[in-house]
């Protein structure tokens, strides 16, 4: 089946000379890897590529090449367009406004809508950065160090460097597949996962001062006055969520960050056989069972109520 979808895929890649690649709000590593790799490996072929991210590019991901090539915002007339690792057309913010529907969806979210042209959606990859190095082997398309060492960052992202239960052996075999193509593993998982800014780090001491947890949730929240206090310029929680995921007996995390334009931003993270997507996606978002988001317009205190009351009933029927 997904070899039917990559023939088919190679086919609209050929017929185009000027290809827009999107990906979505708030990158993340598997959104920033998937846009480049993919990115990288169409010009390499030829093609006039734009590759936009309607967020820019965190701090974190800069180093990798081609990094100063995305933008913020297509500029012209594409003869195919391209979705990455998004689940829903909101997930790409306004960039296509003034566009048709995208040709190409390709992601790997349970919750994906299926809302292009053509639909290349694997739930069982680990992260969109393995389904893009299915497809570029299958197209026969050259994996460049470049394109490798953006897609690794993809995977080592996605999974919190191989940690997620998601993990399969096909992703080990990808990860082996890109390091063969010249991707320096141990520097790109510790760009990715181990380094911080010194900001960040205040940023967490802000929101682990007042964790909470009731039964097998913990939780934390991140204002804006705590972000000034930090220094800390992103408007996401600096990763602190996977912190608060190894807290001993914890089954569900769950970390509200206030955004400026009166919104909260929610993540969630769980143990096996607690779908929080399904919380998520009653809020507007969505993702995996066992890691998920949503935007949330309103005020902080009185999201975290709802939120909660939510998890408390979620835990009740899955019988956490």
């Known amino acids: 089946m997904k070899g039917e979808a ?11 000379g000027r290809i827009l690649v ?15 790799g993919l990115g990288l490996a169409l010009q390499n072929a030829g093609k006039a590529v734009q590759m ?16 100063d090539q995305i933008q913020q915002n297509p500029d012209g007339v594409y003869d195919l367009i391209m979705a990455l ?18 040709d190409v969806n390709i992601d ?3 919750t994906n809508l299926n809302f292009a042209r053509l639909n290349i959606v694997d739930t069982q990859a680990v992260a969109t950065a393995e389904i893009l190095v299915d497809a570029l082997s299958f197209l026969e398309m050259p994996l460049t160090e470049i394109c490798a060492s953006a897609l690794l960052t993809g ?22 597949n890109l390091m063969e193509a010249g991707a320096n593993l141990p520097e790109l998982y510790t760009k990715a996962l181990l380094q911080r800014s010194f900001e960040a780090v205040r ?18 929240s991140l204002s804006m006055a705590e972000r000034e206090i930090a220094g800390y310029s992103g408007r996401d929680d600096a990763d602190l969520i996977n912190v608060l995921t190894s807290i001993q007996d914890a089954k569900v995390a769950l970390i509200f960050v206030e955004q400026p334009n009166g919104s909260v931003k929610v993540s969630w993270r769980s143990h096996p056989g607690i779908d929080v997507s399904r919380v998520a996606m009653r809020y507007g978002g969505g ?7 949503a935007v949330i317009t309103g005020e902080l205190d009185d999201i975290q109520s709802s939120v909660l009351e939510e998890m408390r009933n979620l835990v009740v029927e899955e019988k956490v």
């Open 155 to 176: 995977v080592i992202m996605d999974t919190l460097g191989f940690r997620t239960h998601n993990m399969t052996p096909n992703a080990m075999r990808v990860v082996a």
């Open 22 to 36: 999107v990906s979505h709000i708030r990158p993340d590593g598997d959104s920033i890897g998937s846009l480049l």
């Open 52 to 67: 936009v991210s309607p967020d820019g590019v965190p701090e974190n991901f800069k180093h990798l090449s081609g990094s």
């Open 287 to 293: 993702g995996h069972p066992a890691a998920s988001g």
């Open 6 to 16: 990559f023939t088919v895929l190679g086919e609209k890649i050929q017929l185009a």
């Open 108 to 110: 790997h979210h349970v």
């Open 85 to 102: 690792d998004c689940s829903d057309l909101k997930r790409v913010g306004k960039v296509l406004d003034d566009y048709t529907i995208p």
């Open 203 to 220: 940023f967490w001491g802000e929101g682990l001062t007042h964790v909470q947890r009731e039964g097998g949730i913990v939780w934390t």
